[in-house]
């Protein structure tokens, strides 16, 4: 199983970015999928996480600018990022857990993807 992350870069403060994250291998269904996200010599922290039923639950530092969401048939989850703020700046990490016939459940990290919010 391989996570593909995609969608960070550059954008002035204000603005938005939306981070995409594709599962692929041969899974048999995901469950609850989550963006997270580090800043250089700081723990990851939690962005927010998606559950199967699409419920959601958001940093109290994101809350009414982000936006998780999911799309079981491609095996994704996304993150729409508005009103970003220059502590925002941080490598973003999709988190999948996903059932393997044969070897159930697992988790697995996206190779992560750098947003900077600068001028």
């Known amino acids: 199983v391989q996570l593909q992350a995609s969608g960070g870069g550059l954008v002035q403060p204000g603005g938005s970015l939306r981070l995409s994250c594709a599962a692929s291998?041969?899974?048999?269904?995901?469950?609850?999928m989550g963006w997270y996200r580090q800043v250089l010599g700081k723990q990851r922290e939690l962005v927010a996480t998606?559950?199967?039923?699409?419920?959601?639950n958001y940093a109290d530092s994101v809350k009414g600018r982000f936006a998780i969401s999911r799309d079981n048939a491609k095996k994704s989850v996304y993150l729409q990022m508005d009103s970003l703020k220059p502590e925002d700046t941080a490598v973003y990490y999709c988190?999948?857990?996903?059932?393997?016939?044969?070897?159930?459940?697992?988790?697995?990290w996206g190779q992560g993807t750098l947003v900077t919010v600068s001028s």
């Open positions: 998606i559950s199967v039923g699409n419920s959601t």
């Open positions: 988190n999948v857990n996903y059932y393997i016939r044969g070897r159930g459940w697992d988790n697995r």
């Open positions: 291998g041969n899974i048999v269904t995901i469950g609850l």
